[in-house]
Every structure is written in C-alpha cells, then in structure tokens.
C-alpha cells in the first residue's frame, strides 16, 4: 500500500516543500528566518517538533527557533549545548545520506550530556520501521565553505514512521535550502549592522568636519592648509578670515602663494629649518601694502584618509607686539636711556667682535695666501699693505657700508657677531684668506692697527675716545636739566659728523666712544677735528646759549688686544691730548 501511494506522497511533499522554502526566501531578519525555517518543518514535511540549534561565534550551539509544543519552546530555547557533544552526536548512529540518526537503542547514552534535549511520551513501536519516542533525527547545515550552521532536530512524524527514502531527501534538501537562507539572513543583517556603522562614521565624520571647519574659519588667530610634497609643496589651499586680514589678502589670493613667497627675504633659511611635524618658527611675513608683520608658525601634518594625501596645517600667530616689546627691552638693555646712543656694554660687544686672540703678524698676497689653500698649507694670516687695497674692504668700495648689526637711527655700524652683534659680516678683500682659528680656516677677517702715528697707507679700527671739557660746571650752574639737553645735542652732533657704518657710543658721564673702520692715522686725526668743531658751537638750551668743548683721544683695534684694552689705551691717549692743551683751549660754557 505505501508502495503504491509513494507517487502521491512525493507529489504532495514536493508541493509543501516548494511552499515552505519559498516562504524561507521571504524572511528578512535572522529571527525571522530561524523561526522560519522550523515552522516550514512543521508545516510541510510532517513533523510535530522541530527546532534549530545554531552556532555560535565561540563555537558552542544554542536553541535559537523551536516549533510545535509552547511548553518545550519555553523550556529549552536559549539554552546552549557544547560543540564536543554535538560533534559526538554527529557521528553516532546511523548516516542517511547527510542525515544523522540515532536509534532508541543507542541513544540513551546521550540522556546525561549538555545538549538540549526534551522527551515525549508515546506507546513501544509494534513495527520496525515504527518511530520510537527516543529516537533521534538531525539535519546538519553546512555553509558553502563547509563550515558548519548549525543542526536541525525533528521528532514525532505525523504518520508515526521512521521517513523513508523519499521523506529522507526532503529533509536532506530542506536543510540545505535552510543553510542557504540562515547564510543569507547573516549576511544582510552583516550589511545592515556595516551599513549602520558607516551612517554613524559618516555623520560623525560630517560632524567632524564641521566641526573643524567651523574652528579653522572663526579661529581669532591665522590658520591655513597647504600642499605636502610634489611639485606644488608649500602652496596654499585654503585660508582662514583671520589670516587673511593679517596679511591684507584675500582668500583667492593667498592661494596663488606659498608661505615661501611671503616670508622675508632674512627668514626664508627660518622657514625651510621647519620642521612640518610639529615645527614652530618665528619669522615675518609680507603684507599687501609691503610692510611685515612678524608671526609664530606651528606646523602639523593632517591625513586625509588612511593612505591618502596629507597635508600641512600651519598655525599663524600675530606676535608683532611681542616682537615690538622684546625690541624695545632690547634696544633699552644696549642703549643709553638718555641719547639713545649704544651704551657702554654695546660698545664692548661691538668691539670684541671685531677682535680675535691671535694678533696679526704675517703678511702675504693674494696669489700666496691662494697657492697656501691649493698646497694644504697652513693658512697665511693675511693683511693687505697699501698697495694691495685697504684692509677691511673691497678695494672698489668707496668705504665702509653698514652690515646688519648697523643702527641707522644712531649711526652704529659694527655688526653682530655670532651671537647678536654680527662680527663675520665685515668686508673681504675677494683674494684673502682668512687666517686659522679653532678649524683649519675661520672666516674672520683680522684688525690691524697703524705702526705709529705717521700715516703709512695702513687702515684700521679706530677708537675715538671723546671727553667733554666744561660740562661739570654747566651742570652746577644751570642744573641737571640743561646738562642732559647738552648731552644729547652732542650725541646727536657726533652722530650727524660720523658715516652710516660708524659707531657712536655713550660711556656713561660726559664721556663718549667713537668707532671708525677702514681709516688711516691722518684719517683718524681729521675725523677728531670735525667732531671737535661740531661740539664747540654754542647749544640752546631753554632760550640760553652754554658751550662745551670736547678733548679726543684716538686709539686702535688690534687683534691680540680686548675691548677694555682698547678702551684704556684711546682713554690714556685723551687724557695725554687733554694736558697737552692749555686750559684756557679746555674751557667753555
């Protein structure tokens, strides 16, 4: 009889299973579709329980769907079995075909293990093919890799028989439909929680940068993204309100620009010194009307994405008026508070550094001092006589010029040095060689000083000590007021007679230091005169005429001698100039 009826069965089962597995294609969520899947076994292949145990990460396996008895699917859904006895319930009992199942007559080993399990009552089978309440049916679900999904437990057939071959298939095909779908269910619910998280990274992007773009365009302070490598380095993309208005160029503008093209010419070695991680740099930068206005940078680099371009963020800040106070603070530390003339500690750092150790002694040419560098020779201390240009300057040069330590506005001429005062900025005769110090050549160029008073063709450093003669007695008879008015029309008349490079110094009292590069004895003595002359003029001072006069010392610079030893010795030669003229030539006022 079953065997004449198998062709209706097949028909209908095949019928409920294209039902049920199409009703597994519907489901959206995972739930859904579990709960799906033990539902159809229910419905459509003839089973009165059925539940899902699927696998998770850690690799254990938990009810997750169970179908067909209320009370069984509160007991045991949720509750979890462990991958060693479900692997061992795998591989007992008897395989159909992908199917695993486990007779009564071996299953009771199982009834103490972890997996859950529930037990239904029913009568002993009277026939071998009889399902027997004990028995055990599972249907593993494999990915398309061969991992496994999870199992599928089925008991109590409707028609109370163990399936046969064709009801066997039908689960087989069943659960494979089912792995498909769970697998299919995994990964929209992968793609909706990737598709949640990006939302979330995209709006906390968007309000990343929304919050940056708000704090680079209102920043009170200048802010600007440049270019990183290739060959647009440096150029600017992008500027904020405040820079522009610091710099007095539009946004449109300054991109056409890079920093390099604005800094100033005396900073540019600054910038390219600049780190762009985390440099900092105090420099000036160019304004549109010309001027400059000095800033702090501080550089930071920026990705735009993992891999992607970086760029350069550049922090501008207007420090003008701290540059302004540190100017000021330094110009008060090195200058007299009275004339404005460089003071007694300016004058010394000055004059050291024009000075070395090592006195001046050999004599050599161009050509020579050229042949000893060629040779790897020690190098010759080279110093120009009179008929190979002056010492001190290029023999085109008319004189002297300014070098960067020189004060305009007071007539100070002597560079800084290697710390402020510029001493390596003094001229070179193109031939020279400059003579060894602590390395094989340094590049100072040596003092020289005149043999004696005959002028000889010899330039050098002189030092003009000046010593106002009368000033004590003005300032007993009219005041401290009319003394330091005189004292400031002579610093403004000493430095009106001297050139742009010369120093005028103020020691302190009545006492003044001239100092005059490139000149000769009668070049020194000439220059004494003048300044003597522009000093005995009457001086106005509250609608009354006082008079000084002023005795001058002359000294020299030499290499081999300090600053103070220079000093003393223009100081003893005033006082020798001072005796030798009679007091009535002394007195003014």
Not at 192 to 215: G, M, N
Not at 226 to 240: F, K, S, V
Not at 341 to 351: C, G, H, I, Q, V
Not at 551 to 577: K, P
């Amino acid at each position: 009889m079953e065997t004449e009826s198998e062709p209706y069965v097949r028909l209908a089962t095949l019928r409920q299973l294209h039902r049920v597995v199409a009703e597994l294609n519907t489901a959206r969520s995972l739930a859904d579709t579990l709960q799906t899947v033990v539902d159809g076994i229910v419905v459509g292949l003839g089973y009165e329980l059925a539940c899902v145990n699927l696998v998770r990460p850690d690799g254990d396996l938990v009810v997750a769907a169970f179908a067909g008895d209320p009370a069984a699917e509160a007991l045991i859904t949720g509750r979890v079995g462990s991958r060693a006895s479900w692997e061992r319930r795998l591989t007992m009992g008897e395989n159909w075909d992908g199917l695993r199942f486990i007779p009564h007559t071996e299953g009771w080993v199982l009834m103490e293990d972890d997996v859950p399990q529930w037990h239904t009552d029913g009568p002993e089978p009277r026939f071998e093919d009889e399902w027997h309440p004990e028995d055990r049916l599972y249907a593993p679900m494999y990915a398309s890799g061969g991992e496994l999904l999870g199992v599928i437990s089925v008991d109590r057939p409707r028609n109370g028989r163990r399936p046969g071959a064709w009801g066997r298939e039908a689960l087989q095909m069943y659960a494979f439909q089912a792995a498909i779908a769970i697998s299919n269910a995994r990964l929209r619910a992968n793609m909706q929680r990737a598709l949640v998280r990006l939302e979330r990274e995209q709006q906390a992007l968007r309000a990343s940068e929304e919050s940056f773009r708000q704090a680079f365009e209102y920043a009170p302070s200048g802010m600007a993204i440049a270019e990183m490598g290739g060959d647009q380095h440096g150029r600017l993309l992008r500027t904020n309100d405040a820079l522009c208005r610091l710099l007095g160029r539009p946004a449109s503008v300054l991109r056409r620009y890079s920093f390099s093209d604005l800094v100033h010419p005396e900073d540019i070695g600054t910038l390219l010194r600049t780190s762009a991680e985390g440099g900092r740099a105090e420099l000036r930068l160019g304004r549109r009307d010309g001027t400059y206005v000095w800033v702090s940078l501080r550089n930071s680099v920026v990705a735009d994405a993992a891999d992607g371009p970086r760029f350069l963020l550049t922090h501008v800040e207007d420090i003008e008026e701290r540059k302004r106070h540190e100017l000021q603070l330094a110009h008060r530390a090195s200058h007299d508070s009275l004339t404005g003339l460089p003071n007694s500690a300016e004058l010394r750092a000055r004059l050291a550094a024009r000075l070395c150790r090592r006195p001046q002694s050999v004599r050599a040419t161009a050509v020579e001092a050229l042949d000893a560098a060629y040779e790897g020779r020690d190098a010759h201390e080279v110093r120009v006589g009179a008929g190979g240009g002056e010492h001190g300057f290029r023999p085109d040069a008319p004189g002297p010029g300014p070098g960067p330590g020189h004060d305009p506005a007071h007539g100070s001429g002597y560079g800084p040095g290697p710390d402020r005062y510029g001493a390596t900025d003094s001229y070179e005769f193109p031939g020279a060689l400059p003579a060894q110090a602590d390395g094989p050549y340094d590049h100072h160029v040596h003092t020289v000083a005149p043999a004696s008073d005959v002028d000889d063709g010899t330039k050098g450093l002189a030092v003009l000590f000046c010593d106002l003669d009368g000033f004590k007695s003005i300032n007993d008879r009219f005041g401290h007021h009319t003394g330091d008015a005189v004292l400031i029309e002579v610093a403004r008349r000493l430095t009106t007679g001297v050139r742009d490079g010369d120093t005028v110094a103020r020691l302190g009292g009545d006492e003044f230091v001239v100092l005059a590069d490139g000149l000769g004895a009668a070049d020194a003595a000439d220059l004494a005169v003048r300044l003597r002359n522009a000093i005995i003029p009457p001086i106005r001072v509250d609608g009354r005429g006082v008079r000084v006069g002023a005795s001058f010392g002359i000294g020299w610079a030499s290499c081999g001698m300090s600053a103070d030893e220079v000093l003393r010795s223009a100081d003893q030669r005033m006082y020798i100039e001072k005796r030798s003229r009679s007091k009535a030539h002394r007195r003014a006022g």
